[in-house]
Structures are given as structure tokens and as C-alpha cells.
């Protein structure tokens, strides 16, 4: 894939720009911002930007995916998220459906959207990592040069992601990297106040998990996110 850049400075959300004018960009658009005045994260939550040291960008892809794959995508770009820390000597892992953690704490999140317009599937996938450190950084967050000790420019790490997207895109090889690195494998999450055992990641983006009358549960990313007992303050 052949992705065209583009960068504002401030925008409100790069992933409303693009699913509301995805008629006007050119397929394959990568649209990055240093700031987001009502940056999206997944379940209505809000990303804050931290005074740019967030990579903060979002992929325009129409008719790239075709809809039963697009619940895949999550490890795609965890996947590619996850090499591009190992570059860095950093290593990362995968929390179901759409984060990336490194010492328990965040430094990437993905919000993937999708819309159906007649026969065209338009996918934006959004994505924010923590790059650059700020001095109001909270609790549950952590940036790439907090750990290596050096601020990182952001346009490296973006052209590393889309080297790495490249490579990963929709293949065995992402699942099998966020199956590998799945950090809430056999622990206990509570969901709407019940407990379960969190089990393998599926291939097709779902998630098994374990009630406790041992009856296992399908789930999928849009439905929920996880909250381990011992970080439900981080959520
Ligand atoms: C999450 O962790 O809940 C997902 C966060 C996704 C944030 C990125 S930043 C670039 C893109 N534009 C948005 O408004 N959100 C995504």
C-alpha cells in the first residue's frame, strides 16, 4: 500500500475529518495532527493530546477491507504498533481488543471506524501513541521516552508504523504476534460487575472468556473493553 501523508497542525478529531469527508481524500490518506482539540477514543471516551507528544494520526481506507474483516484489523495494528517498540528496544504488549501496554500502562490506543455507503466499505483507523513525554503526564500512561530516556521524532515512528502496517496487514503473522504478547491471558476481568477468565484471542478478532459457571463467551471489541481487578483504576 502507498499511503499519501498529510498534516495539520490542529484539527478536531482526525478521525471525524476523515469519516465525514472520506468522499474528498484520496484512498490510502494517512492524516496526522499535532493537536486535537475533541481527540476519539473507543466506548465515547475522550484522547487527550498531551502538547504533542502523541503521534496522533488516522488511515483512510475505502474499499480495502471488505466488512467481515474489518474486527481483524485490531491486530494489525497492534501488531504493527508492537515492532515498532521492539525497534526501540521497548516491548509492548497486546490488551484485547485495542491497546498496546508497556509495564502495565498505556502508550497506545486504536479506535477503528467503519461505515457502509451502498457497496463502499470506508474504514478509518485512528491511532494514538504516546511518543514524547510531557510534564502533565497521568497515572496509566506511559511514552516511549520515558523508557529509552530521549525524545524520538514523531515522524520516525509514523514511518516505522507504516512499514510495519505494510507488513502485517490482515495476516496470520499479526494475530499470532498479538496472541503471543496477549497480557491478560488467564486473569480475571469483571464485565458489568460479574468476573470471567479472560482466554485466547480468535482469529477473527474475538475473545474468549470464561464466566464463572465455566461457560465460555464469545466477545468482540466494539462490545467491550477489560478491566483487571488490580488496574480498574487505570479505566
Ligand atoms: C482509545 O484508546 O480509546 C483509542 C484512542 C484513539 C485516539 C486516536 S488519536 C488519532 C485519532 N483521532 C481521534 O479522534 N482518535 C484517534
Given at each position: 500500500?502507498?499511503?499519501?501523508?498529510?498534516?495539520?497542525?490542529?484539527?478536531?478529531?482526525?478521525?471525524?475529518?476523515?469519516?465525514?469527508?472520506?468522499?474528498?481524500?484520496n484512498?490510502y490518506?494517512?492524516?496526522?495532527?499535532?493537536?486535537q482539540?475533541?481527540?476519539?477514543?473507543?466506548?465515547?471516551?475522550?484522547?487527550?493530546?498531551?502538547?504533542?507528544?502523541?503521534?496522533?494520526?488516522?488511515?483512510?481506507?475505502?474499499?480495502?477491507?471488505?466488512?467481515?474483516?474489518?474486527?481483524?484489523?485490531?491486530?494489525?495494528?497492534?501488531?504493527?504498533?508492537?515492532?515498532?517498540?521492539?525497534?526501540?528496544?521497548?516491548?509492548?504488549?497486546?490488551?484485547?481488543?485495542?491497546?498496546?501496554?508497556?509495564?502495565?500502562?498505556?502508550?497506545?490506543?486504536?479506535?477503528?471506524?467503519?461505515?457502509?455507503?451502498?457497496?463502499?466499505?470506508?474504514?478509518?483507523?485512528?491511532?494514538?501513541?504516546?511518543?514524547n513525554?510531557?510534564?502533565?503526564?497521568?497515572?496509566?500512561?506511559?511514552?516511549?521516552?520515558?523508557?529509552?530516556?530521549?525524545n524520538?521524532?514523531?515522524?520516525?515512528?509514523?514511518?516505522?508504523?507504516?512499514?510495519?502496517?505494510?507488513?502485517?496487514?490482515?495476516?496470520?503473522?499479526?494475530?499470532?504476534?498479538?496472541?503471543?504478547?496477549?497480557?491478560?491471558?488467564?486473569?480475571?476481568?469483571?464485565?458489568?460487575?460479574?468476573?470471567?477468565?479472560?482466554?485466547?484471542?480468535?482469529?477473527?478478532?474475538?475473545?474468549?472468556?470464561?464466566?464463572?459457571?465455566?461457560?465460555?463467551?464469545?466477545?468482540?471489541?466494539?462490545?467491550?473493553?477489560?478491566?483487571?481487578?488490580?488496574?480498574?483504576?487505570?479505566?
Amino acid at each position: 500500500m502507498i499511503f499519501l501523508k498529510k498534516h495539520v497542525n490542529i484539527i478536531g478529531s482526525t478521525n471525524v475529518e476523515l469519516m465525514k469527508n472520506y468522499d474528498i481524500y484520496n484512498n490510502y490518506t494517512i492524516l496526522s495532527a499535532n493537536h486535537q482539540t475533541q481527540g476519539k477514543g473507543r466506548l465515547d471516551r475522550k484522547w487527550v493530546d498531551n502538547k504533542s507528544g502523541n503521534l496522533m494520526f488516522s488511515i483512510l481506507l475505502k474499499n480495502v477491507v471488505n466488512f467481515e474483516d474489518i474486527s481483524k484489523l485490531n491486530y494489525t495494528v497492534c501488531a504493527s504498533i508492537i515492532s515498532v517498540l521492539e525497534k526501540f528496544n521497548i516491548i509492548g504488549e497486546f490488551k484485547w481488543p485495542n491497546d498496546v501496554l508497556v509495564k502495565n500502562k498505556k502508550i497506545s490506543g486504536v479506535l477503528i471506524e467503519s461505515k457502509v455507503i451502498g457497496d463502499e466499505v470506508v474504514v478509518v483507523i485512528g491511532q494514538g501513541i504516546n511518543v514524547n513525554s510531557a510534564s502533565d503526564n497521568s497515572d496509566g500512561y506511559i511514552y516511549m521516552s520515558d523508557i529509552i530516556g530521549k525524545n524520538i521524532p514523531k515522524e520516525d515512528v509514523l514511518d516505522d508504523f507504516i512499514y510495519m502496517f505494510n507488513k502485517y496487514f490482515l495476516s496470520y503473522g499479526a494475530y499470532k504476534l498479538c496472541s503471543a504478547k496477549h497480557c491478560y491471558y488467564g486473569k480475571s476481568v469483571e464485565i458489568n460487575g460479574n468476573m470471567y477468565t479472560v482466554l485466547e484471542l480468535q482469529e477473527d478478532g474475538s475473545i474468549i472468556l470464561k464466566d464463572s459457571n465455566s461457560i465460555e463467551n464469545i466477545y468482540f471489541g466494539n462490545e467491550l473493553s477489560l478491566s483487571r481487578q488490580e488496574f480498574l483504576e487505570d479505566e
